[in-house]
């Protein structure tokens, strides 16, 4: 009889609230994935950056409720704005560039974001994040929300018996996937407009584009500018999950863990991405109920070891993902 | 159609790589309604060329003109736009999308095309579409692809993919068309029905050709007028019968090299 | 011989787009100029020793990965990885097995040499066999940055490490200071590179490694045996980067698993500058994003010298793509 060096328990398959608080991760990081998806698998703009967006669209609008003591209805678009602007700000001397140098351009970018938010203490509370500045002004971005929450829970959940104690925190939960449905929808249905079908042929051959009249370089801007808005709207979700941010949260082991998502649900399908950021985070939380003779920190490192070995292997051997068409992956030069 | 005025003016284009210049003063007319071959020994600039009034390649001197709006320097979605509009020697269908989607890209005018278009302006949209989706049938049929219009362009044979990039460039309704090299690779028969098309098109619908060429039969037999580069410079022009004796023509080729020609003579 | 006219602007643009290497030494003097009478000739001399530190080793990485380059058709994510490996396993001999700093130097540039020679085996050779396109490849070089990064995280933890390189003693010389360390760093870099530079001009093998980092498949048709000179190829990357990670750890005197991505911008940015796929090109980008993330700090403070990588890349790209010593890319 072979002895495991592992032991597996099973109390993970009652754990509601650990589940729920594993899919609320992977319905922000899907929405995340989302921008990537229409960046990466629909217009060929290898957007590497798309933490560095969802910082500032978290940063700023806690900064924006905080600080200047906006409503969630002023501060949230303006911090979608700004994200808009910052994603055309880079886009606009980066996107001539090749594809994997503006790769390059937007990994810098992110760092860039990173460093400023680690360093301009006064702006964003500098590497212990924006709890400083929660603590500073007594206000916190979360306690808005918190009344809607409650309420969801008192009147919507509780009634059918879906205790906050034994399920979590599900009304964040239902935001989240009813956002990311909705945003999922609204991107498939746009991609099949005239507006993604030129977003297709940029895509697959620029040149092609423009010989037939289209201004290939505005699209991959419009494209930059609507995943910013998703990285940021991310952003936001992620500072309602954890009620405060630091530049920890964007490292860009995350961005990383976007393409995990994307590659594993298919590079070309909305509702892949869905799936694919569901197993990735399912995958990543799943690990806690794996007693491995190790520490903690070493499972941690584990985790992403592994991705990366998957995300290797899908690149391989079936680059389309799970729900791709293997026709409308872009394969060969 | 000897009187017609140019269409198309290029003056002293210059285009330099490195220290190379391959284009070096090009300086040509084309004139409206012709089929204009554009010939000259390898090396003589003119895919270059090609490139660089279309946009493809930024010029390093010169001007042109289409239509009388200046043209030279412009990106290559603007100079498609005015209606001259460029097909590839190797042909670049799009070849992970649909046929019908190839064709219906090309369309202009189509206010899904935009953002604000395409959220806010459906029920513009949708006629368009209509509209777009119905001379897209329309052209696949003259060219005898209708039935492969839900196949990936990427299925289809080379010489498919000839026609799909001719008729797709059709869709954009051009008034010059510029074809690089458009019988390279194909199968005589298929070359002949491209040059029936070609020929059809600018005397019904007036729509003036340039194109690349090397084969002289067809050079020789299909083209109005003969333009002849060496060197990066146009050193003849004029009908195929006066280029064909023109001796700086025939020192360019021998330099060269010969082409495959049609007659013994010249 | 008629042609277009030269007009004297338009000439003037012909030499700079001919000369670009005399282009760039103006640009630099000016700057330079500027910093001194600025600053003082101290102060900018004192930065300048700083940035031909930091661009000898910064060049020692960027010249494998342009090499790279005309291999992969892209830019290797995983290359700041492989430095950062390089130095952990001279850790490893240096203060694990408590081995002298030359043998622990030795045995880090040995082995990432070796992982460049296994990447290319287990990934990339196949990769090409089965002409898998850009966007595949991107995301598996970025994989295989991940899963190394991690995979020293796993090993040696995020807390930082150091060689056992002397870090405070210092030579004065012309009122100028120099570590110790950092001298030995500047002399083994220059040495290597000069000996690189050598083999790739004079051998045979380096005539063949640079025709195929300029242009891979024009290079196969000339008859190279290509898979021989790829694999040497991805041998001389590995060891250098190897060798480029040791020795920034050796003169920053901090080694963490994020170390070598750190670097991966000025690496890249080097790479542009100097014009990709051109491997004197990467030395003297190399040393010029040195000098110039040093001097940026006569102006800014020290955090954003990453910044100024990236500006100096988002201008070459605007103002000249190809790099100094890079050919136009054509349609």
């Keep these: 009889m072979i002895e495991l060096p592992v032991a597996v328990t099973f109390d993970f398959l009652t754990a509601w609230d650990f589940w729920i608080a594993v899919g609320i991760l992977a319905g922000i990081y899907g929405i995340f994935a989302l921008g990537l998806q229409l960046n990466v698998g629909y217009t060929g703009v290898l957007n590497f950056g798309q933490a560095g967006f969802m910082a500032i669209g978290a940063y700023a609008a806690i900064i924006f409720v905080v600080d200047l003591g906006w409503s969630y209805w002023l501060a949230l678009p303006a911090s979608a704005l700004l994200t808009i602007i910052v994603g055309l700000l880079i886009g606009l001397p980066s996107l001539r560039l090749r594809a994997d140098y503006f790769a390059i351009a937007t990994i810098a970018f992110s760092e860039i974001v990173r460093d400023v938010a680690q360093n301009a203490r006064d702006l964003t509370g500098g590497n212990q994040g924006t709890i400083n500045l929660e603590l500073e002004n007594d206000r916190f971005f979360t306690d808005p929300w918190f009344s809607t929450s409650d309420w969801i829970q008192e009147n919507l959940l509780d009634p059918i018996g879906l205790s906050g104690q034994e399920f979590g925190d599900l009304p964040l939960f239902l935001v989240v996937w009813v956002t990311l449905g909705l945003l999922a929808l609204g991107l498939h249905f746009l991609v099949r407009s005239p507006w993604g079908r030129v977003l297709r042929a940029v895509r697959e051959d620029e040149d092609a584009a423009r010989a037939l009249g289209k201004n290939a370089f505005s699209y991959k801007l419009q494209s930059l500018a609507v995943a910013a808005v998703l990285g940021a709207i991310s952003g936001w979700f992620l500072a309602f999950n954890l009620e405060s941010v630091s530049q920890v949260a964007f490292e860009p082991l995350y961005t990383f863990l976007g393409f995990g998502a994307l590659v594993l649900g298919g590079l070309a399908s909305f509702g892949g991405v869905l799936v694919g950021s569901v197993l990735l985070w399912t995958l990543l939380e799943g690990f806690r109920f794996l007693d491995l003779p190790l520490a903690a920190d070493k499972v941690s490192a584990l985790r992403f070891i592994i991705v990366g070995v998957i995300l290797i292997l899908l690149m391989a051997f079936r680059p389309q993902g799970i729900f791709g068409k293997r026709e409308e992956m872009v394969l060969g030069e | 159609m000897n009187d017609a005025a140019p269409i198309f003016r290029a003056e002293r284009v210059v285009k330099r790589f490195g220290g190379i210049r391959a284009v070096n003063g090009a300086t040509m007319d084309v004139r409206e309604g012709s089929i204009t071959a554009l010939i000259g020994p390898n090396g003589a600039g003119k895919t270059t060329f090609f490139n660089v009034i279309t946009g493809f390649y930024k010029p390093d001197g010169g001007s042109a003109t289409f239509d009388g709006k200046p043209t030279l320097g412009h990106p290559p979605y603007a100079i498609a736009r005015l209606g001259m509009v460029r097909t590839f020697q190797i042909t670049k269908a799009l070849a992970a999308m649909p046929v019908i989607d190839n064709m219906m890209l090309a369309a202009p005018d189509q206010p899904g095309e935009s953002l604000f278009g395409t959220i806010f302006r459906q029920p513009a949209n ?134 495959a020609e049609a007659n013994g003579d010249g | 011989m008629t042609g277009a006219p030269r007009t004297g602007m338009a000439s003037v643009r012909e030499w700079m787009s001919e000369n670009p290497a005399w282009v760039a030494l103006i640009v630099l003097a000016l700057i330079a100029l500027a910093l001194i009478i600025g600053e003082g000739l101290q102060e900018f001399a004192q930065r300048s020793v700083n940035g031909i530190v930091s661009g000898s080793y910064i060049a020692l990485g960027a010249i494998g990965l342009t090499l790279v380059y005309g291999i992969l058709k892209l830019v290797n994510f995983a290359q700041g990885d492989m430095l950062t490996f390089g130095a952990y396993i001279a850790f490893l001999f240096d203060a694990t097995l408590d081995m002298p700093l030359a043998v622990a130097l030795v045995a880090g540039v040995l082995a990432t040499a070796a992982l460049g020679v296994a990447q290319e085996l287990a990934m990339w050779r196949p990769m090409r066999a089965k002409k898998a396109g850009m966007l595949q490849l991107l995301l598996m070089a970025l994989g295989l940055a991940f899963v190394l990064r991690y995979v020293i995280q796993f090993i040696w933890g995020t807390d930082p490490r150091s060689l056992d390189a002397d870090v405070t003693s210092s030579i004065s010389f012309l009122g100028l200071n120099i570590g110790e360390t950092e001298l030995i760093v500047v002399i083994i870099s220059f040495v290597v590179l000069t000996a690189v530079a050598t083999m790739l001009r004079v051998t045979s093998l380096g005539r063949q490694m640079r025709a195929l980092a300029d242009n891979f498949d024009l290079a196969e048709t000339t008859g190279i045996d290509t898979g021989q000179v790829v694999l040497k190829t991805w041998l001389l990357a590995g060891g250098l980067a190897g060798l480029a990670g040791v020795l920034v750890v050796a003169a920053t005197g901090s080694l963490t698993p994020n170390t070598g991505f750190y670097l991966l911008l000025p690496l890249f940015a080097a790479v542009v500058l100097g014009g990709i796929g051109n491997a004197y090109g990467a030395l003297a980008g190399g040393l010029v994003i040195g000098l110039t993330q040093e001097w940026s700090t006569l102006v800014v403070e020290s955090q954003w010298k990453v910044a100024v990588s990236f500006l100096v890349l988002i201008i070459v790209l605007i103002v000249r793509p190809q790099g100094i010593f890079g050919r136009e890319r054509t349609l």
């Design chain 2, 126 to 259: 949708r006629s368009r579409e209509r509209e777009v989706r119905n001379q897209a049938g329309e052209l696949l049929e003259m060219f005898n692809l209708q039935a492969l219009a839900d196949s990936y362009a990427g299925t289809l044979s080379g010489g498919q993919r000839k026609l799909l990039e001719l008729a797709r460039a059709l869709m954009t309704k051009p008034r010059f068309l510029l074809l690089d090299e458009p019988m390279a690779g194909i199968n005589p028969t298929l070359g002949r029905r491209l040059l029936e098309h070609m020929e059809r098109l600018r005397t019904e619908d007036g729509v003036t050709f340039l194109f690349v060429e090397h084969d002289m039969d067809v050079v020789m037999n299909h083209s109005d007028r003969v333009i002849v580069m060496a060197e990066g410079r146009v050193i003849a022009e004029g009908e195929p019968h006066e280029v064909r004796s023109n001796q700086a023509v025939i020192d360019a080729y021998l330099g060269a090299g010969l082409p």
